[in-house]
């Protein structure tokens, strides 16, 4: 038997799952639980995987409706203190060194749910603008515009706006982090 | 090359393709200044927030996977293999 079998094919997505997961949740504990059940759910509907589809984008939709199910509301109540989250980790991303970890994922619990479900099937599970669009049952324009402004929000979350920026003509999100503070 | 496409059928074109979501018009418009966080980024924040964004994805991703999972895999696996 040289083919993979079902679980080989979703332990080959697991790092995928796991991550959206841990990000989607903000707690590894959490997101350890979260992982369980959809994995669970999966097996038992793995009748309504039809093969030659991506898979991630079955389990992700899987773990994605169980989240917004059974788990949004615990994850606003869980505070993991001993995770790598919580940890402060330096992200390696060159000058923003000083940003750690524990920062984006700060930050990405500020977006709005449906912006920051879409940044994250689009950068961590790395699925395609269609396949956002289908879990999440909305158009492809509205997947382009949610990542615009889960991205800008980000930005601005992170407090991505160095003196060096702020000499220049002000930014779009240089304006909105101003409106929001009231200076406008 | 005679088996081109059935153009010359001038039937009703009824493709398959005609079940795809139509999405040119389905675009959500929020009201109240849709546009206002929808701009691009200025590309130097943009560039940052890209380095930031990947560098926190890759470290997701490459976590170690607890053991607990392959072994519930296993399970599930096994399991199935029984009521076969």
Redesign the interface.
């Known amino acids: 038997m040289t083919e993979d079998?079902?679980?080989d094919q979703?332990?080959a997505q697991?790092?995928?799952l796991?991550?959206f997961a841990?990000?989607l949740c903000g707690s590894h504990s959490l997101a350890?639980d979260l992982?369980?059940d959809a994995?669970?759910k999966a097996?038992s509907h793995a009748d309504s995987f039809r093969p030659n589809t991506n898979l991630r984008a079955w389990l992700v939709t899987i773990l994605r409706n169980t989240y917004f199910s059974s788990y949004r509301k615990r994850s606003r109540e869980v505070q993991d203190s001993d995770n790598?989250l919580a940890q402060q980790?330096p992200?390696?991303?060159?000058?923003?060194s000083a940003?750690t970890?524990a920062d984006?994922?700060t930050a990405l619990d500020k977006l709005a749910p449906e912006h920051k479900e879409i940044l994250l099937m689009i950068?961590?599970a790395e699925l395609s603008y269609e396949e956002a669009?289908?879990i999440c049952g909305?158009?492809?324009?509205?997947v382009k515009?949610?990542l615009?402004?889960a991205?800008?929000?980000?930005?601005e979350h992170?407090g991505?706006?160095t003196s060096s920026?702020i000499d220049t003509e002000p930014?779009?999100?240089d304006l909105?982090a101003r409106r929001q503070s009231g200076a406008i | 090359m005679s088996q081109r496409e059935n153009h010359d059928n001038d039937g009703p074109i009824r493709d398959t393709e005609s079940d795809m979501?139509s999405?040119?018009d389905?675009?959500?418009n929020?009201p109240n200044g849709?546009n206002?966080?929808?701009?691009?980024?200025?590309p130097?924040?943009?560039a940052?927030?890209g380095?930031?964004?990947?560098?926190?994805?890759e470290?997701?991703?490459?976590?170690p996977?607890?053991d607990?999972?392959?072994v519930?895999?296993?399970k599930?696996?096994a399991k199935?293999r029984e009521k076969k």
């Open positions: 079998s079902f679980g979703i332990v697991m790092p995928y796991r991550a841990i990000s350890d992982v369980q994995l669970v097996w790598l980790i992200v390696k991303g060159g000058q923003e940003l970890l984006v994922q950068g961590i669009a289908e909305v158009a492809i324009g509205t515009s949610r615009n402004r991205r800008a929000k980000l930005a992170l991505l706006l920026d930014t779009v999100s909105a | 979501h999405t040119a389905g675009s959500e929020e849709a206002a966080d929808g701009v691009a980024l200025d130097k924040i943009q940052q927030l380095r930031v964004f990947q560098a926190y994805c470290d997701l991703i490459h976590q996977i607890p607990k999972f392959t519930l895999l296993a599930l696996e199935q």
